[in-house]
């Protein structure tokens, strides 16, 4: 299983990205996706997540401003990123929980990281 993050990239402030994370490889059940995000310095943190029934959470810096949505069709998350701020700039990471085969657990997997620079 696989995950690969794409969308970032340098914005000015009040701009917008959408960040994007597919998932491959032989599964059945995506239970769970989320986002994070390190900027330099700083530890990982969690910005948004979407459980399989649709219920979403996202951390107080960026509510209203980001949105979390999935398509299970082709096994991919998304993250829109609107009004962005310099405190954004960070390297965004997709998780997900992912079930390989019926009858087992579930287990984390991570994509690569995408840079997101918001400057002027």
């Known amino acids: 299983v696989q995950l690969q993050a794409s969308g970032g990239g340098l914005v000015q402030p009040g701009g917008s990205l959408r960040l994007s994370c597919a998932a491959s490889g032989t599964f059945v059940w995506i239970a769970g996706w989320a986002w994070y995000r390190e900027a330099p310095g700083k530890q990982r943190e969690l910005v948004a997540a979407?459980?399989?029934?649709?219920?979403?959470n996202y951390a107080d810096s960026v509510k209203g401003r980001y949105a979390i949505s999935r398509d299970n069709a082709v096994n991919t998350v998304y993250l829109q990123m609107n009004s962005l701020k310099p405190e954004d700039t960070a390297v965004y990471y997709c998780?997900?929980?992912?079930?390989?085969?019926?009858?087992?657990?579930?287990?984390?997997?991570w994509g690569q990281g995408t840079q997101v620079t918001v400057s002027s």
């Open positions: 998780n997900a929980a992912i079930r390989r085969r019926w009858g087992t657990a579930s287990q984390d997997y």
């Open positions: 979407e459980t399989s029934g649709g219920a979403t």
